[in-house]
């Protein structure tokens, strides 16, 4: 390896997301449940940086707490990299620093835009050539939110989210994001949406283990009517993770109040998706939280999946 070959850094970013439609399946034999989601891809982003090293190991900046994530073999920016030295024959590793903006356990997939930049960057600095499909085939194994962030825009997923098509969308919605102190275990939602089946079992219609999209959430995306989608948005985790989390409800409505069209716990939570109007509804919303001492961004989408970044 040559001197500016060493040195050189491949920086990559990838979207985190908002499941603006989530439908969960009925808990099958293995544990698992099937979905039909609709993503959106937002300006919320993760900047990995890759640069040559002789092992495997990552660092984090970003404006968020990162003392909590794990920096070894468990992390998820670790297992891309070494999935693709694996599948590529490369012998040696990668340091990887991350910048995450994305919140951590919040149910926006920023674990998942590590991975998927960490792949990209990857394959760039060490040449290895891939396919973009070879790519997209390692993002899979990675977990169900990944190839969502390598291919980024609006998608549909079903399956476990990582069986993806393309969905039309017009123009760009405007949201703002209340962020969350702690995060939310993905598996432990989960769970807490089976007994809450079951608690209700009287009472609402058995899940279905082919869950699909609603057509007027596709309809509604077409039209890039915030409106139209404001009355869609749907997540069948979201009153599992209101019960686990009561104050989320507060929030929503707080928000609700101060203008939003709609507001939802994103994916398994415990962040609050708001969707506005227009650019000046966001602004007022944002103005409106940060007065609540609430911690909130302003982000839009759909925006592209994971990329090189010249810098």
């Known amino acids: 390896m040559t001197t500016s070959a060493a040195s050189r850094v491949v920086h990559a ?11 969960v399946g009925a808990l099958l034999e ?29 660092r984090f900046t970003g404006s968020i707490d990162t003392s909590s994530l794990a920096t070894g073999g468990s992390n998820l920016a670790i297992k891309a ?29 920023g674990g998942s835009a590590d991975a998927a930049a960490t792949l990209l960057a990857c394959d760039a600095l060490w040449g290895t050539d891939l396919t973009r499909e070879e790519l997209l085939e390692l993002a899979t194994q990675l977990g169900s939110d990944v190839p969502f962030a390598f291919t980024g825009g609006t998608a549909i997923g079903t399956g476990r989210g990582d069986q993806l098509s393309p969905a039309l969308a017009k123009g760009q919605f405007q949201w703002v994001l209340a962020l969350a102190d702690f995060g939310m275990s993905t598996p432990i939602v989960y769970s807490e949406l089976d007994r809450h089946r079951d608690r209700h079992s009287q009472d609402i219609f058995p899940a279905s283990a082919q ?3 609603d057509a007027s959430v596709l309809q509604a995306l077409r039209a890039g009517d915030p409106h ?39 994916g398994s939570g415990p962040t609050i998706a708001f969707l506005a109007a227009d650019l000046d509804g966001a602004l007022e919303l944002q103005i409106a939280l940060s007065a609540a001492r609430l911690t909130v961004v302003r982000a839009t989408g759909p925006v592209h999946g994971a990329r090189i970044i010249g810098d």
């Open 13 to 23: 970013r990838a979207p985190g997301k908002i499941n603006v439609f989530l439908k």
């Open 30 to 58: 293995d544990g698992y449940h099937d979905v039909a989601t609709a993503f959106q891809a937002v300006s919320l982003s993760e900047n990995v940086h890759a640069s040559a090293a002789d092992d495997f190991s990552v």
């Open 81 to 109: 990299a070494t999935l693709l030295a694996h599948r590529a024959g490369f012998r040696k590793g990668v340091h990887l620093e991350i910048e995450k903006n994305v919140p951590i356990a919040g149910g926006m997939g």
């Open 211 to 213: 869950p699909q999209v």
């Open 228 to 266: 139209m989608l404001a009355e869609v948005l749907h997540n069948d985790l979201q009153a599992p993770a209101l019960h686990l989390e009561p104050q989320l409800g507060a929030v929503i409505e707080l928000g609700e109040e101060n203008g939003a069209l709609a507001g939802m716990v994103s």
